[in-house]
C-alpha cells in the first residue's frame, strides 16, 4: 500500500520544490541579461581590460560546448547535435530536480545551477547557433578561454553534486562501520 505525505509535508515539499526551480529561472534570467548587456554594448572580440594581467571582459561567440571544447568542429549537423544532447540532459536534469529530496540543499541547489545554465546556453545556441561568452581570465602565460555565467553556474551546480555523492559515500561508509 502506498504511503500519503501528511499535507504539511507536502506543502513544504512543493515549496521548495518551487524555490529551487525559482534558482533555475534566476540563473537563467541573469545569464540572459549579462549576456544581452554584453552584446549591447560592446563589438564582436571587443576586449576591456578590468584587472590587468587577469581579468577582462570580452565579447566572443563559441560554436562549441563548455570552454569552446569542440568549437573548430567542421561539422554542419554540430549545432543540431548540441541543441538535441543539450534538450535531453535538460529534460533529465529537470526530472532530477522535480523527484529529488529538497532536504539534501546540495543536490537541489546543484541541480538548479545546472538547469539554469544549461537552458541559458541552450537558449543561445537554439538563436544564434553559437553561445556567448564574456568572461575572461588569464595569469601569466596561461589563459583560461572564455565563459559566462551560465557556465559558472553548471561548474558551480557540478560541485555541489560531487559534494552530495561525496556526502552520500561517507554516510555510507559510517553505516558500514556501525554495522559491524
Known amino acids: 500500500m502506498a504511503s500519503k505525505k501528511h499535507p504539511a509535508a507536502a506543502a513544504v515539499a512543493t515549496t521548495l520544490r518551487l524555490l529551487y526551480l525559482l534558482l533555475a529561472v534566476g540563473v537563467f534570467l541573469a545569464d540572459r541579461l549579462t549576456k544581452t548587456l554584453i552584446e549591447s554594448t560592446m563589438a564582436l572580440n571587443q576586449s576591456r581590460m578590468v584587472i590587468p594581467g587577469f581579468f577582462h571582459i570580452v ?4 560554436q562549441g560546448i563548455a570552454f569552446s571544447l569542440f568549437a573548430d568542429s567542421p561539422s554542419a549537423t ?3 547535435l548540441l541543441v538535441l544532447l543539450s534538450s535531453v540532459a535538460l ?8 523527484t529529488a529530496d ?3 540543499t546540495a543536490l537541489s541547489a546543484g541541480l538548479s545551477l545546472i538547469l539554469g545554465g544549461a537552458l541559458g546556453n541552450l537558449f543561445d545556441r537554439v ?6 561568452d564574456f568572461l575572461d581570465f588569464s595569469v601569466s602565460t596561461y589563459h583560461w ?3 559566462n555565467l551560465a557556465d559558472s553556474a553548471i561548474v558551480i551546480g557540478g560541485g555541489l553534486l560531487l ?10 561508509m559510517n553505516a558500514d562501520k556501525h554495522r559491524f
Open 145 to 147: 578561454p572564455a565563459f
Open 59 to 62: 565579447y566572443a561567440r563559441n
Open 102 to 104: 529538497h532536504s539534501d
Open 127 to 132: 538563436q544564434s547557433g553559437s553561445v556567448v
Open 163 to 172: 559534494l552530495h555523492m561525496l556526502k552520500g559515500r561517507e554516510t555510507a
Open 78 to 80: 554540430k549545432t543540431f
Open 91 to 98: 529534460a533529465g536534469v529537470g526530472f532530477l530536480l522535480w
